[in-house]
């Protein structure tokens, strides 16, 4: 189920990410920039909730949202596009967010998509006022033995994003 994979894969980021001043926010959890850029495109702001999040990467002490992480089950994988779409302009509001506080300093973040056991880390930019997303690998969760090798790239390529 989604749930089993995004367990496993939330326990490699728990140990790769433990000695940084940073939080794993999950269960179905609302970027506050997504909130926001919905208030700003619709009238109605009083019933504006925000996207739900799998995972959300915060700062620990200002709660600062870093990005948004998806995973789904090969079951919804009709609904896959519109995942990344969701997950893409998610972590366009946040880019926004970090790029407006740091006055421009911060112009890219590091995000992932799963379905099942695999899935991809791509890097979103800020160029120019138009957002670039660009793969930087490929992620796989071993079901079987055969599959540590590619478990040990997945781990090295976590610890890159670090």
Known sequence: SETTFYRRFVMLLDF???????TLDD???VAEATKMAQQQSVHNVAGCCGRKIDLLFR?????????SNEWKST???HMYIQQQ?????????ILNGLFIRS???????VAVDFIDTTGYMYCLELKDNV??????STLLLPTNVTHLKSLKKTVKVLFKWK
């Open 103 to 109: 006055s421009g300093k911060v112009n890219k973040l």
């Open 131 to 136: 957002y670039v997303a660009n793969t930087i």
């Open 75 to 77: 079951k919804t994988k």
């Open 27 to 29: 269960d179905e959890i």
């Open 59 to 67: 700062t620990k002490s200002l709660k600062v949202d870093l990005a």
């Open 16 to 22: 790769v990410f433990s000695d940084l001043n940073m």
């Open 85 to 93: 779409s969701k997950n893409f302009r998610s972590n366009c509001s």
